[in-house]
C-alpha cells in the first residue's frame, strides 16, 4: 500500500509542492466545486500540544470539503494516560479515520508515527523541529501576495531556535531561486546548523544579524516568530530572551514601500496592535490562506496518483552501519522504548532518521 504520509516538505518534491499550491488557488476560486469531495470521509485530529490555527483550519478544510472531524486535543482523555503506546494509538486511529493530522512537543514522533498508520499521516509541528503545513500556508501566503516564491529577501526574526515554522519555511524558500535569507536573532537563538547545512546545500545567500531595523529597507517579507516560552529550561531564560524585537509601526518607516509582515501566530508582543492596520500586515490573512491550502493537502495526500513518481521517502538512504546515539533530549528516540536510532546522511552530514539532529 502507497500511503502518502508529510512530516517534512522535503517528502515531496518542488513540482508536488507547486501541485498543492496551484490546487490551493482553485480551490480559493471556486470553493464549491470541492464541498463534497470527501463526504463520508473522516479527519482524526490527535493534538498533544496546544494548537488554535492548525487544529481549527484542518477541522474546517475537512469540513469544507464535505468531510467529518473526529479528534483529541487533550492526551489525558485518551488511553495515552492509561499507558498505551502512541503507536498503537496511530494504528487504532488509522482504522476510524481516512487521514490523521499530529502535533506533538517530541521531534520525530510523527516520522515516528507514520510507519504505524493506514492511512496518510500529517505533521501538525514536532516539539521545535518542522511544521510543513505552515511551510506551505506560507508558500501560498508569499505567493498570492508578492506574486511569486523565487527573488525575494525575506527576513526571519524572533526564535529561530525553537521556532518550527522557520525551520521548514526556510526549506522551502531554499528550494525556489535567487532567494536571500536574512536571520534576525541573539546569539542563543539562532537557528539550527542543520538548516544551515541544508540552505548551504542549496547554495543559498543567507546573513545571520542581530538588529532588525538595520535590515528593513532591504526586505521583501519579515517574518516575524513569538519567543517559544514552552522550549525555555527555565523562566529565567526565558525573560533573558522576550521583548529584544518588537515591531512597531515607527519602525516600518524605515521599510521598504511593499514590505510584507507575516507572522504564524500566536502573536504575544513581538508586533504592536498599531501595526495591524499597516498596508503590509499580512498575518490574519496568511490564517485564512491556510484553510485553502490545508484543503489542498488533504486532497493531493488522498490522491492515490500523487507524487508517485517523485516520492522522496523512498530515497532516504539510511546508514548500513551501526546508528549513532541522538543526543537530542527531546528525539522520540530517547523518549520511546521501542524507537531504536536510525542514521542518515544528508548533505554529507550523519543525522538523526527522526529528528535531523547532526550526530557526532
Ligand atoms: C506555530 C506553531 O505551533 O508552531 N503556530 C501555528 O501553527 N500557526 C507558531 C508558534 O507556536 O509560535
Not at 170 to 191: Q, R
Not at 195 to 207: L, Y
Not at 280 to 292: C, L, N, P, T
Not at 298 to 323: Q, R, T, W
Amino acid at each position: 500500500m502507497n500511503v502518502k504520509h508529510l512530516v517534512d516538505i522535503t517528502d515531496y518534491s518542488i513540482d508536488n509542492w507547486n501541485e498543492i499550491l496551484k490546487l490551493a488557488e482553485n480551490i480559493r476560486k471556486n470553493p464549491e466545486d470541492y464541498s463534497e469531495l470527501l463526504k463520508n470521509k473522516i479527519i482524526g485530529n490527535l493534538f498533544f500540544e496546544p494548537s488554535t490555527r492548525t487544529m481549527l483550519s484542518f477541522e474546517s478544510a475537512f469540513i469544507k470539503l464535505g468531510g467529518s472531524t473526529i479528534g483529541i486535543n487533550d492526551p489525558k482523555f485518551s488511553s495515552i494516560s492509561k499507558g498505551e503506546d502512541i503507536t498503537d494509538m496511530i494504528k487504532v486511529v488509522s482504522q476510524y479515520a481516512d487521514i490523521i493530522v499530529m502535533r506533538h512537543s517530541i521531534e520525530g514522533v510523527c516520522k515516528f508515527c507514520s510507519e504505524y498508520s493506514d492511512v496518510p499521516l500529517i505533521n501538525g509541528g514536532d516539539g521545535r523541529h518542522l511544521h510543513p503545513t505552515q511551510t506551505f500556508t506560507d508558500l501560498f501566503t508569499i505567493f498570492c501576495e508578492k506574486g511569486r516564491l523565487n527573488d525575494l529577501t525575506v527576513g526571519f526574526c524572533g526564535d529561530l531556535k525553537n521556532g518550527r515554522t522557520v525551520h521548514s519555511l526556510v526549506k522551502g524558500l531554499s528550494c525556489y531561486k535567487n532567494n536571500k535569507l536574512i536571520f534576525i536573532s541573539t546569539e542563543s537563538l539562532k537557528i539550527p546548523d542543520y538548516i544551515k547545512t541544508f540552505m548551504k546545500s542549496k547554495n543559498v545567500e543567507f546573513e545571520e544579524i542581530t538588529s532588525m531595523s538595520s535590515y528593513l529597507k532591504k526586505l521583501d517579507i519579515l517574518y516575524m516568530t513569538r519567543i517559544q516560552k514552552e522550549r525555555f529550561v527555565s523562566e529565567k531564560e526565558y525573560l533573558l530572551q522576550k521583548d529584544i524585537y518588537i515591531l512597531n509601526k515607527d519602525k516600518l518607516n524605515l521599510a521598504k514601500e511593499d514590505l510584507k509582515i507575516m507572522h504564524p501566530l500566536p502573536r504575544i508582543d513581538e508586533i504592536t496592535r498599531d501595526v495591524d492596520d499597516y498596508k503590509g500586515a499580512i498575518y490574519f490573512k496568511q490564517a485564512k490562506y491556510g484553510v485553502f491550502v490545508r484543503m489542498a493537502i488533504i486532497i493531493k495526500l488522498m490522491d492515490e496518483n500523487f507524487a508517485n513518481k517523485n516520492f522522496y521517502n523512498k530515497n532516504v538512504i539510511i546508514a548500513n552501519y551501526s546508528p549513532l546515539k541522538c543526543k537530542n533530549p527531546v528525539c522520540i528516540t530517547n523518549n520511546h522504548s521501542f524507537c531504536g536510532n536510525k542514521t542518515k546522511i544528508s548533505n554529507g552530514n550523519k543525522i538523526c532518521y527522526f529528528c535531523d539532529n547532526i550526530l557526532k
